[in-house]
């Protein structure tokens, strides 16, 4: 299963939520935003969401230094 | 003078994007920049040398030397002096031709309507999300572009946020980050702060001349990898503060 996170493919073993993606990934979620398929969906959906073939993720950090 | 101002000017004027109608543009815009840090200190030095005519500074703080890693409006000679000040000798220097309007200030939900009154741009170039919630929550209300840019070690985002027709900075980050104190002070590679600082400085200058696109979208940098990356992050119709039911105004 391959779905495109940040603009690149990436392989996907297994269905997976996007707060496991993340937690494989290393990711802390509470340091991240996150948009599905070019929708925001809410932090609380993150566990329920499952991404599938073909699906679309970006993932963008919190920057907020100057 | 007139042809002092040419000199200044010149590799502007031939420049089909500028020209002598951009630069007058430039002359009467009112542009603030709250920060004088280190995304501020390359904003305000490239908006001063375009000839932007007013260029508010606001800034509560005063120069230490854990600053001068990336700070560059400020010198070793400067420690103990208010940024506002510091910052506004430098420009004057660079470009007397045009005024700066120093607050010495930090920007609470009392001040900031009347910080923010008049002027025609506003740069975020703060270094805390409860500043940057505060201005972004405020430019929306008061129609006011807002150019926003946040950068952390290597990396960095840049948005231009225009009311109404772009995406909010809350359709991007919904509400702070639940522990915004972790995110105080983290390292930062100055040339970094100089890179978005710049991005900043030309996204007002397009913006007031209407040269080119804005950014659209959020454009996301990996110093580390060396790579832009330009994500087009839609506007939630739930947004808080511009989508259908906005619970922040």
Redesign the interface.
Known sequence: MKVIV??KEVTLEQPTSISNYLKSKGVEP??V?V?HN???P?REKWEEIILNDGDNL?I??????? | MINQMQERYARHFNLKEIGLEGQEKLRQAKVLVIGAGGLGSPVLYYLAAAGVGTIGIADHDKVSISNLNRQILHTSADIGRKKVESGAEKLLSLNPEISIIMHDMKVTPENIAALLAGYNIVVDATDNFTSRFLISDYCFRLEIPLIEAGVQGFEGIILTIIPGETPCYRCLYPNPPEDRKAFEGLGIVGATAGIFGSLQALEVIKRITGAGKTIAGILVFDGLDGSFRNVKWSQRKDCPLCGQNPTNL
């Open positions: 940040n603009g509470q340091t935003v948009e070019y929708s925001v809410d970006e963008v950090k919190f920057m907020g230094g100057g």
